[in-house]
Each structure stands twice: as C-alpha cells, then as structure tokens.
C-alpha cells in the first residue's frame, strides 16, 4: 500500500524531554513538509524540504529540527524548546507544483 | 512573504443552496492556488487546483489575479460536502533549487444542513 505513513499515532511526552515524530513516504517524492494543525488556526508549516541535505524554516520553526537524510524519510523533533508542543502533527510529500498527499498525523500531548 | 487568508471559521448552508468559500491571498509573483479538503476521519486530500481547471464534485474555483482570490463555488450544495476546506497557494521553485513553501489558509468548516 503506498503512501505516506506517520507514526504513532498518538505520542504523549513529558515536560522537558525532546521527542521525535516519524514521517516515510514511498511515492518517490521529492519535497516533504511538516504542519502543525490546531483548532482555528489551519495549517501552519513548521518545515520543509525538497531534496536530501536539504530543508528550510517554516512559519514556526521555533523549537523543532529535522533532518532529511534519505528521500523517504523525514523525522520531525520536538524539542524541550517548543513551548506549547501539545497539538496535531500531519506530515505531507509532494511532486514540485503537484497534489500533496498527507499522512493520518500524529497527536502529541504533552503531560 | 506568502500569505492565505480564509475569512470565514465556518459557513453552514441548506442541501441545494448555492456555496461559496472565500480565499485571499498574498503572493509577489505567479502562485499556484489550490483547495484541500478534509472529510470526519479521513486524511487531507487535494480537491483541485487552479492550472487544471477542473471541476471536481461540482466544486469551481477561478483565479482572480486582480482580486488576488481564489473562492471556492458550487452551485448546489451536498450533505456529503460537510467538511473542512483549505485554501493553499505554492510559489515557484527558488533559483537556488530551494523547496518551495507549501503555504494553506485556517480552513473554513462547511456544513450542509437538510
């Protein structure tokens, strides 16, 4: 079944710890986003990258890494930084100025 | 920078009323517009977008470069269009090869009441 696939589904994270969420694609696609979505603000973009090595700074980058090692795969870190991390992780890939297909997403909660 | 901007958190219309979901953007160039929806308990899919002019569901969209809009139209709405929609806009390819920033509006909650 290709696709995009986040996992877990749900993640809960203690105060201060880092945590990091995954994202793999096997549709060959180039370019890899990370949003975070809470209720009444949308989609908001946390990162993005469109080849390996290679990533850049979304609207709220602020408290989180990544990294983009190989095309399929594309971690997204929490870390002790991000304020108010508690929200709904969706990852997503695309083709360039094509359809972006997104992941289930991840729903972290921090307790 | 790329903006998009939904007016409207939520829109509730009656089954065989027209819709229409409004879409500005801001955007320094040539943008690549598109609607997303997001249906109870399924992923977020692509809906359509403005280069292929295509009609999707009975769902319309012009682009109004004047206006710098993209609204979302259908002429009789469905109970089966009750979801979120988001209005999205892409820019191209920076000359350094760099990703492209993948920018979407704050969705607006459509409800088609019977």
């Known amino acids: 079944d290709g696709g995009i696939t986040q996992s877990p589904k749900y993640l809960f994270r203690k105060e201060g710890q880092n945590v990091t969420l995954s994202c793999e694609q096997n549709l060959n696609h180039d370019a890899m986003y990370w949003y975070r979505q809470d209720p009444g603000q949308g989609l908001r973009l946390i990162y993005y990258?469109?080849?390996?090595?290679?990533?850049q700074k979304g609207d709220i980058a602020e408290g989180y890494s990544v990294s983009r090692e190989k095309k399929e795969s594309f971690p997204l870190t929490v870390t002790s930084a991000q304020k108010n991390p508690t929200a709904f992780y969706l990852c997503a890939s695309s083709i360039s100025q094509h359809e972006a297909f997104f992941g289930q997403g991840t729903r972290l909660t921090v307790v | 920078a790329q903006r998009v901007t939904q007016p409207e958190k939520l829109l509730s219309v009656f089954k065989g009323a027209p819709v229409e979901l409004k879409c500005n953007y801001s955007?320094?160039?040539?943008?690549?517009l598109f609607w997303y929806v997001q249906y109870s308990r399924q992923r977020l899919q692509l809906l359509l977008r403005h280069i292929s002019r295509e009609s999707i569901k009975g769902f319309t969209a012009d682009l109004n470069k004047g206006e710098t809009s993209f609204h979302l139209k259908k002429p009789f709405a469905q109970e089966e269009d009750s979801a979120m929609y988001y209005c999205a806009l892409s820019g191209p390819m920076g000359t350094s090869g760099s990703a492209r920033q993948l920018t979407f509006g704050s969705g607006t909650q459509l409800t088609v009441l019977p």
């Open positions: 990258s469109q080849i390996v090595n290679d990533f």
């Open positions: 955007y320094s160039g040539s943008p690549e």
